[in-house]
């Protein structure tokens, strides 16, 4: 078992988290939290660096773009804000008329879907912000997880509580969609790109992330709100409702090691980038990261 770093400072479960892509300027995380307070920190050794302030409702997500200069969080508030990482100021506000679980950056950071209460997802310009450039109905239930296509800048994958994963082509207008048996609770690329990793219920579904066949269906013991591929594919992580963090080996999905330390269920984790740490947010208010 690994002992943690243990990031304190946030006052409510925290709801997620994500890692910048390595860079001269360092590795960093962001994550959200019911308490409505977003947070910076170093990567590495999870020193906080700043806190963004302006949502009035809990926070469901936050996002870096691909040079972690801005990021987007998700909000009860009904909205989703646009910030500059470097001295954090609010650049824009978009308004919704429900809830926001979820928004994105695309691949080259110049649209964001967001997706949420109202179960339609919305693809905004950020050049021209002020209005949706598409606005996409079709789910039955909220919308949790929403993300751009590793592939393609004009794909989207959005899943919920409607138990579907819905792959938009926005130029085609036309979508697939693929099947789970529970909610789904949580949505990741591989570094590489090569798999697409959902969770739902008690499973974990890594689906080849080009033509979206489902390669690895692995079933744990426990409800699953999170998981994330290490970055060599060899050996995932992920948490959920017993408490602990788990370590699977890829191939054969036999459980490596259990690491324990949250007093609460597990709501979030990801592998860092170059695959030597990884960070977990629970109901317990903390992220910890596992060395």
Not at 100 to 112: E, H, P, Q
Not at 136 to 146: D, E, T
Not at 158 to 173: F, K, N, P, V, Y
Request: with cysteine; aromatic share 10%; net charge negative.
């Amino acid at each position: 078992m690994k002992q943690p770093l243990i990031c304190s400072g946030h006052s409510r479960p925290v709801s997620d988290l994500a890692y910048s892509n390595e860079s001269s300027d360092g590795l960093f995380i962001i994550s959200a939290c019911l308490d409505g307070k977003p947070m910076l920190r170093d990567g590495n050794n999870g020193d906080w660096i700043g806190t963004f302030e302006g949502h009035k409702g809990a926070v469901w997500s936050s996002r870096f773009n691909n040079n972690a200069t801005q990021a987007l969080t998700a909000s009860a508030d009904y909205t989703v804000k646009l910030w500059d990482t470097l001295n954090g100021t609010e650049l824009h506000t978009f308004e919704h008329q429900s809830i926001v679980k979820t928004a994105d950056f695309s691949r080259f950071g110049n649209r964001i879907v967001t997706g949420g209460g109202d179960k339609i997802l919305r693809i905004y310009d950020l050049e021209k912000p002020n209005e949706p450039l598409l606005q996409i109905p079709g789910h039955q239930s909220m919308i949790k997880a929403a993300m751009w296509s590793a592939y393609n800048d004009d794909v989207v994958l959005s899943g919920g509580g409607d138990e579907i994963i819905r792959i938009m082509d926005l130029r085609a207008g036309t979508h697939m969609a693929l099947c789970a048996k529970a909610p789904i609770s949580s949505m990741e690329f591989s570094k590489d790109k090569k798999y697409l990793i959902t969770t739902a219920g008690a499973e974990i579904t890594f689906w080849d992330a080009a033509t979206f066949h489902p390669l690895k269906v692995y079933s744990l013991p426990f409800e699953v709100n999170c998981a994330s591929l290490h970055p060599d594919n060899s050996k995932f992580i992920a948490g959920g409702s017993d408490f602990w963090v788990h370590v699977y080996d890829f191939n054969t999905g036999h459980e490596i090691e259990v690491n324990k330390g949250h007093h609460g269920p597990v709501n979030c984790c990801r592998y860092s980038p170059d695959g030597q740490s990884f960070a977990s947010g629970s109901v317990d208010g903390t992220i910890r990261i596992w060395l």
